[in-house]
């Protein structure tokens, strides 16, 4: 059986959660509306076995029950910036994303991780110029918000771009 992608001992993930967090508190205190999204599982998209592309970014599976807050926390907000605080260790790519929706003081803070080894054809859609997209959705994939990522490089390791063939070769 494969161990869970973050069960290290490291306590990276724990560190990302806390960062998520203390940033969404500091929000709270300029009174935004916040929502924290834990993920159940993060997945880069599209998989290696996937026939269709519906997009290209992470595919984020959030709890039924966190879920229906942040779909009336983005409802009719125009989301215009994010910063990413990465790390990335152990083969993993470890993610502390704060969206933001600046005129209407909306933040959705999401703890993220992805595998650097299931990421190959994400990489290589982005290489070729594909916008990066995060989709948030609960057990249901038909239901979701996704947010746009023009410029990707803040949720990619450093050097992503750099001999990608050498990188999976």
Do not use: I, Q
């Not at 926390?73 to 605080?85: I, L, P, S, W």
């Not at 993220?112 to 249901?140: C, I, Q, W």
């Not at 918000?145 to 063939?165: G, I, K, N, R």
Request: aromatic share 8%; glycine share 6%.
């Amino acid at each position: 059986m494969e161990e869970h992608p973050l069960s290290d001992e490291s306590g990276t993930w724990e560190t990302v959660v806390e960062e998520c967090e203390a940033l969404a508190d500091d929000y709270r205190e300029r009174d935004w509306t916040v929502v924290v999204a834990l993920p159940g599982d993060v997945v880069p998209v599209p998989g290696t076995g996937d026939e269709v592309v519906e997009h290209v970014g992470l595919d984020v599976v959030v709890g039924d029950d966190v879920y229906p807050d942040l779909e009336a926390a983005v409802e009719g907000a125009t989301f215009d910036e994010y910063e990413a605080f990465r790390a990335v260790t152990g083969g993993l790519v470890y993610l502390a994303l704060v969206v933001r929706a600046t005129d209407d003081e909306v933040a959705v803070c999401l703890p993220l991780y992805y595998r650097l080894a299931e990421s190959e054809r994400m990489f290589s859609l982005l290489d070729a110029g594909e916008t990066m997209r995060t989709k948030v959705h609960p057990l249901n994939p038909d239901k979701g918000v996704e947010f746009v990522h023009e410029d990707p490089d803040p949720l990619l390791p450093p050097d992503w771009d750099v001999d990608l063939s050498d990188e999976f070769a």
